[in-house]
């Protein structure tokens, strides 16, 4: 079966792979199927269909699936506890009134797009959703403004996060697939999706706003009534636990910078403490301390919320295993070096590739997550055969790709569409083109810093 019409070999890989990543789209799409489970079944196909052993399959869909959890499935974990801690506490409430009161009511979108790049780095967009309704919803009934003026800044500025600034876990699925480094990542991802959410944010937000009236549902502006905190936490203890993970991973790699061997005690010292993991998990016990027990909460109160809060995160962390899964098999299959063999040949810009298989994958499940990380394993070995690239780059345009043209198969369509009360139409109009002039946006951007350095 691993030959077909006479094809060559790697034409035949690559044939069988779009075959694969077509009943993808069509099971997710379509058939409604699960995408863990889809995922499974197209790795499963895909390496029997190329000629593999069953018996290899199995160890590359197992290998593939717990090589992209073991770092993935912490950061997933301590981050969304992470977030719980600031809904709790009311920290996300804090940072936005702060914020707000020093910007003013005329630069609101600004501020509550800063205020969704902040909360969205540590917790998935999502999360970073539901945390910040009660405050959309508050902000608009108090400024009288249009609520997609102020609500498409914030999902832009969570989503920008989601794409590309470290240390969100899908940003960090790419650094770990392409071995970049984190440091630079989020100076580059800084760079690059600032930019890029001002003007999918506040900029785009102004046009389609005056163009789409939608009103704040009532039954959900009940729901996510703000929490009558007793005692909230200030705005600098506050900011300071959300940035200690991004702050210790700053300290990890200019250390790195400054003493490269690093040989010295010091210098092992900071790159322990910023390497993700243990940064995260520094965060997290820190954020039980500043944002639980320093509020009033008990220990059973602070043990609760960790606990509930890890229930939504399954899907999330079995889904993204399932691509991890799906890309051992690409790679394990030969499926992979045969991509790279034919982008080599065809001399294609690595930023320009990398931002096109992520795009296409995105545009297929619907996930961005499944798309940074299967785009990772076939962007890898084309890495691999092209010295002196930048990654950092390469995770920032894997990470563009990504993010492109969310429409009905994105979990996260939905859930814009019903928490900003708007239609079908009216989500593809707003969200949907909001998505691609942030993708774009950062990949042109991404592409300009390659010339660069």
């Given at each position: ?25 069509v ?20 390496g ?35 977030g ?5 506490s ?26 969704a ?18 405050i ?32 969100h ?16 990542t989020?100076l ?37 009534a703000?929490k ?11 900011i ?53 027990f320093?509020?009033?909460?008990s ?17 999330i962390i ?23 063999a034919?982008?080599t040949?065809a ?63 994105d ?43």
């Amino acid at each position: 079966m691993s030959s077909l019409f006479g094809l060559s070999h790697n034409v035949t890989l690559l044939v069988w792979a779009l075959v694969a990543i077509v009943l993808l789209i069509v099971f997710i799409a379509k058939f409604k199927w699960n995408p863990f489970v889809v995922l499974l079944m197209t790795a499963v196909f895909l390496g029997l269909i190329v000629g593999m052993q069953p018996n290899d399959v199995i160890k590359s869909v197992t290998g593939g699936f717990g090589g992209t959890l073991g770092t993935i499935a912490i950061v997933i974990g301590l981050g969304t506890m992470l977030g719980k801690m600031m809904a709790e506490s009311g920290g996300a409430e804090q940072i936005a009134n702060t914020i707000i009161d020093k910007f003013g009511e005329r630069r609101i979108a600004y501020s509550i797009l800063f205020v969704a790049i902040i909360i969205g780095i540590p917790v998935f967009f999502e999360v970073g959703v539901i945390l910040l309704i009660p405050i959309l919803y508050t902000l608009v009934k108090k400024t009288k403004k249009p609520m997609l003026a102020i609500g498409i800044p914030l999902v832009t500025g969570l989503s920008v996060a989601h794409g590309l600034i470290p240390p969100h876990p899908a940003p960090m699925i790419a650094i770990e697939a392409y071995h970049a480094d984190i440091g630079k990542t989020i100076l580059f991802s800084l760079l690059v999706g600032i930019p890029s959410a001002i003007l999918a944010g506040p900029i785009f937000a102004k046009f389609i706003s005056k163009r789409i009236q939608v009103d704040p549902p009532a039954d959900l502006v009940e729901q996510f009534a703000t929490k009558d905190v007793k005692r909230p936490p200030g705005f600098g203890i506050t900011i300071l636990t959300i940035l200690m993970p991004v702050i210790l991973m700053l300290i990890g790699s200019a250390a790195s910078i400054i003493d490269p061997d690093g040989t010295s005690g010091f210098t092992m010292f900071c790159k322990f403490i910023g390497h993700e993991i243990i940064a995260l998990l520094i965060a997290t016990v820190f954020a039980f301390f500043s944002l639980g027990f320093a509020r009033g909460f008990s220990k059973e109160q602070v043990s609760k919320f960790t606990m509930d809060c890890l229930a939504p995160t399954a899907s999330i962390i079995l889904i993204i295993g399932g691509g991890g899964a799906f890309k051992g098999v690409l790679i394990d299959s030969g499926v992979g070096k045969a991509i790279a063999a034919i982008a080599t040949n065809a001399n294609l810009n690595l930023i320009v590739f990398a931002f096109l298989v992520a795009a296409l994958i995105r545009l297929a499940t619907g996930s961005s997550s499944v798309a940074m990380t299967t785009a990772a394993g076939i962007v890898t070995p084309v890495l691999a055969a092209t010295p002196g690239a930048n990654v950092e780059l390469v995770v920032l345009a894997t990470g563009a790709g990504s993010l492109i043209m969310s429409h009905v198969n994105d979990a996260g369509f939905w859930l814009v569409k019903e928490f900003l009360n708007m239609s079908v139409p009216q989500t593809l109009k707003s969200w949907t083109v909001l998505e691609t002039i942030l993708s774009l946006s950062a990949f042109v951007l991404t592409l300009c810093l390659s010339f660069i350095f």
